[in-house]
């Protein structure tokens, strides 16, 4: 008796511990976002665009286009696949751009002040994650347009683009949390204020890795 009580309780704590980790995410995503707009205050500097938009793109846009199709915290759970996509889409379009511009900011920043380019771990690892993004971005055309890619299938092509898409997402993380290493960051926020803001990429990428996988592995369940 004791026992199948247990058993019931289990699947209700798993499915409350994916909803609290996906708002979890969200509320990181935005938080990051937020705070980071608020040290910068984007149109102080040209400098100031750079942090800005970043965490807009990958913080926020890049997060929120992932989490669309998580199948516990998503905000368009009630709608179908296909809107989902749609939207992703666009959240995805939003977040190329504001990386475009967030690296324009930089380099434009750097030529003013007769700086050399990509020194740092942050600029290089930066530099091959807005590339990445861009040619991710492009790469998923097929899947609207699925005539340019012959021979392929629809489901191949979905399964590429979620690992890539993951990936990117990585990258986009691990270029988030360098950028929290710089000088400007380190010498604007407190100790306690850095662990929080670093914790924010961090924890969103375990959270969003898991959603990845997860539904790859669902996937493939379903196929056996
Ligand atoms: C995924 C997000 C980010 C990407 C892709 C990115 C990309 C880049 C790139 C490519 C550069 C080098 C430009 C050059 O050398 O010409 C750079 C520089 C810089 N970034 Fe970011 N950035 C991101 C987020 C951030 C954040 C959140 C901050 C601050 C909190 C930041 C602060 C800086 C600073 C201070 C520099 C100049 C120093 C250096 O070159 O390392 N970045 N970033």
């Known amino acids: 008796m004791a026992q199948s009580k247990e058993a019931e309780a289990e699947p209700r704590l798993f499915a409350f511990a994916r909803v609290a ?15 980071v707009a608020v040290l910068a205050r984007p149109g102080s500097s040209w400098f100031s665009w750079h942090p ?14 992932i989490l669309l199709f998580s199948p516990h915290g998503s905000p368009l759970k009630k709608f179908s ?4 996509g749609r939207v992703h889409w ?25 700086k050399p380019h ?6 290089l690892l930066g530099v091959i994650t807005v590339c990445t993004v861009a040619v991710q971005s492009l790469a998923a055309v097929p899947l609207i347009y699925h005539s340019l890619a012959k021979g392929w299938s629809l489901a191949k092509l979905k399964r590429y683009h979620a690992a890539s898409g993951l990936v990117t997402y990585l990258l986009g993380s691990g270029s988030l949390l360098l950028g929290l290493t ?22 969103s990428a ?19």
């Open 81 to 84: 696949h296909k809107v989902k």
């Open 21 to 35: 980790s996906a708002v979890v995410t969200h509320f990181l995503g935005i938080t990051l976002t937020g705070f």
């Open 182 to 203: 710089s000088g400007w960051f380190t010498s604007s926020v407190s100790d306690a204020a850095w662990y929080l803001a670093a914790l924010c990429p961090v924890l």
């Open 52 to 65: 800005f938009f970043m965490t807009l793109a990958f913080s926020f846009f890049m997060t929120e286009a």
């Open 206 to 224: 375990l959270i969003i890795m898991n959603q990845v996988t997860s539904a790859y592995v669902a996937r493939k369940r379903l196929q056996s």
């Open 118 to 123: 990509f020194t740092s771990w942050h600029g």
């Open 90 to 114: 666009m959240l995805q379009c939003a977040c190329v751009t504001c990386a475009a511009l967030g690296l324009a900011a930089i380099l434009y920043n750097k030529h003013l002040h007769g």
